[in-house]
């Protein structure tokens, strides 16, 4: 081993099963977190073949069996019964979780209000609200220690307020956060009843616990909506993409827009999917900048280099390479189930119609035969020279074929300008020699919370 690489940093992470899971072993792990279900072989062969108590499962870890999957069959891998029972309550008719032609109408309206032209249009209010976050951390008169998850969850949201609702969400992040932060904990598990496929009449008590929190976000998104409809009428409604939702038409279809249930739903899966996500990628990739002083040292100079411009962001090749490390690591969505709609073969695996797939970014990115020293924090694999060498299926943050996250550009212009706002202005460092333990509620969060401290660089 060089001394370069004895001295990577290699983050915590969970222990692999080496036996056999009992079934009640396997609920009460996947409720509590699903993480720890996978075995030393999920990371060493490309397809395992299993049953489970969600029926015949074919995890799916080949590049070329994820593209099968996810864009040459799309159409026959449906999301699965589990994840609508899980997040259907507040996503149902959400881009998220739609299928067949309710998923292609929505797709086709709002894919123009994600264009590279109209995500640049929002550098500037991005970097605008990331400085007032910094500025009001006041390092100027000495170091803080900050609770990075609702630091991160805070600016998040607000990004996501000034660039598309032009800060007209009802509330304000912190109660947002509160909502949120109690609905992945507890309304959001894989209940064991859902896991056995029980009948939904039977109350899940995670469900049941986290009602208020449905209620509140459909509440305050009710709201919002009705008052934009109001300004529409008035004709003095900003141009976002609230506005544009409500007014988008489906061109290529039967002219029609989206429903008020629509709109709404798709901003609650921006919420989940947009802000939580980028938030706990911009907390993870802090908390590797502040084991890694090398890297925080090019980082730093690569930010003051920054003149704020959106045309210079291309240049941030150290902070782009930086995250998209973070969230190999710790990809924000760590499993994706799909059930196949007819029988089929992947990768000489026979596949029946009903059967559960599983794509594990969790697994695939820190998998031995795709990667070299998976567990390692390198972000050099990341830059442009680099990049070209890595499989376009083995890093899924995003997922892949025609239901790639729409809004992935947007994330990635957010997370860079926030962290090269951060670097500009703080010297990122540990406060203690133990490891966050990530834990999968939906999105990978750090179960316990995390703490950096920040001080003014000199």
Known sequence: MTDAAASTFRPWAPPRRTRRMSLPQFLWQSWRDPLQIWSEAHFQELYLDGASPLGPTLVVSDPAGVRHVLTDKAANYEKGDLQRRVLGPLLADG???????????????????????????????????????????????GARVLNIDSEMSGLTFDILSATLFSDDLDGDAAGFEKALNHFLAVGARISPLDALKAPDWIPRLGRVASGGDARFFKDSVDALVARRRARLAQGDAPDDLLTALLSARDEDGDGSGLSDHEVASNILTFILAGHETTARTLGWTLHLISRDPRVAAILKAEADSWDRSAGALRDLHWHRA?????????????????????????????????????????????????????????????????????????????????????????????????????????????????????????????????????????
């Open 95 to 141: 881009l998220l979780l739609t299928e067949g032609e309710q998923w292609r109408r929505a797709r086709r309206i709002m894919a123009p209000l994600f264009t590279p032209a109209h995500t640049t249009r929002t550098v500037e209010a991005m970097d605008r609200v990331c400085r007032k976050r910094v500025e009001g951390w006041r390092l100027e008169h």
């Open 322 to 458: 930086v995250i998209e490390e973070a969230m190999r690591l710790f990809p924000p969505a760590p499993t994706m189930i799909r059930q196949a709609v007819a029988d089929d073969v992947i990768g000489g695996h026979e596949v029946k119609a009903g059967q559960t797939v599983l794509i594990v970014p969790w697994i695939i990115h820190r998998h031995e035969k795709l990667w070299d020293e998976p567990e390692a924090f390198r972000p050099e694999r990341f830059l442009p020279e680099h990049r070209k060498l890595i499989d376009r299926y083995a890093w899924l943050p995003f997922s892949g074929g025609p239901r790639i996250c729409i809004g992935a550009a947007f994330a990635m212009q957010e997370a860079v300008i926030a962290l090269a706002e951060i670097l500009k202005a703080a010297e990122v460092e540990a406060i203690t020699p133990v490891e966050p333990r990530p834990v999968h509620q939906v999105t990978l969060r750090s179960s316990r919370t995390m703490r950096l401290r920040l001080r003014a660089r000199r």
